[in-house]
């Protein structure tokens, strides 16, 4: 194709991409479900309980859940602002994950001489998670597939057989594979994908949603009170006691578990370590037979590239393709509003990219089109930690990997509020706190910045800039 036909060409792809969006329903695609269940009332006057739980995703959920199996006879309360699950819970990608560090790469850097320890941890728990909706018949698709992440770009294949490498030598590739081009191709075909490092045994897939709610019918057959729209506005400590106000009530538990995750902490010090992203996902129509034989993606697993603005991607059970990632989006101020759940600069730049990748898929068209708040830190894994004279635990800054490691992160919370030194505690991970971000204006700065030379090292090789090597000396660095 001649130079002056290219504009051309890129012009038609991104009419078509446009096309393809014209129809998409402004909803997640996981609550877009008729099995959902139905409200559950507000809390109106005072309530007692053992354990109050604040925040109704994942987070909140397996901390009931857990807190009601370790002591059946503990009387636990559960309240969400909203809905249970309509948030990140309900929002992401469903892969379910058991690296507790946001990969290998990442835990490497923090904590080598504990990784080993880590990476057991996670198996641990994505088993556990899985044994827990058997015993529970929670049907949410749980699919233990695993993930390929595919290198798009030549300097994306060179460091991630490096990481394949750093695992082999430490005894740490267990369930790794390395696929070359042909291969990697013939798990699933695009045009873009130059190898790839298969993870089969570390992630799953779920339908998020039905997640949720299965554990939200668990908690209420265990004996958990749950009130849905029911905001925590304020804590405070009286005598052995903690109390939680919310619109219409007020309630004393003897211990408290903040599961609130990106939307504004209640607890002070929690704040400067956490920042709310904004992510956003595609969902196509059902494939066709001939459009699954055309990509060839017969055993499933989760997909995602190896750029720091990185793509995530899946079929469902149905099998449509989730597409989604790229772009994330901090507001200043921190500023978490419904408004930002639309962007339709960043859909139609997905569109195209997903088009990109799948060009023989040409025509399918996108049902649902939506975006979602996380919390990240800047470890980018969760880190935990008590208040309230230690009746009070929070974990937080799961950074996107929430969907299994936040079942991790409620054990620990648990260990923490019945002061109980387990290995879990034991974990420097757990022991430690990530560096906080600073104030606004610099916050705000700093991470158009990062975003920036992240992008621009994606452009040039994964070359990083000065300031990304800056971050990296000072133990806020990441790739991804």
Known sequence: MSRAAEPAAEQERARRALRALADAAPQPYWLDDPGRPAPRPALVGDEHCDLLVVGGGYSGLWTALLAKERDPRRDVVLVEGDRIGWA?????????AASLTHGFGNGLARWPDELAALQDQGQRNLDAIEDTLARYGIDCDFARTGEITVATAPHQAEELHE?????????????????????????????TFLAGLWDRTGVALVNPARLAWGLLRACEQAGVRVYEHTPATRLGARGARVAAATPYGRIRARHLALGTNAFPPLLRRVRPYIVPVYDYALMTEPLTPDQLAAIGWRRRQGLSDGANHFHYFRLTADNRILWGGYDVLYHYGSRVSRDHHQRPETFARLARHFFRCFPQLDGVRFTHRWGGVIDTCSRFSPFFGTALDGKAAYAAGYTGLGVGATRFGAAVMLDLLDGERTDRTALRMVRSKPLPFPPEPLRWAGIGLTQWS???????????????????????????
């Open 88 to 96: 990140a819970s309900g929002r992401n990608g469903g892969f379910c």
């Open 163 to 191: 990481e394949f490498a750093r695992a082999r030598a430490l005894g740490l590739g267990e369930g790794l594979t390395w696929l070359e081009r042909d291969a990697v191709r013939a798990e699933a075909d695009s045009p």
């Open 454 to 480: 992240l992008a621009r090292a994606d452009a040039h090789g994964g070359r990083r800039n000065l300031w990304l090597r800056a971050l990296d000396a000072a133990g806020m660095g990441f790739d991804s």
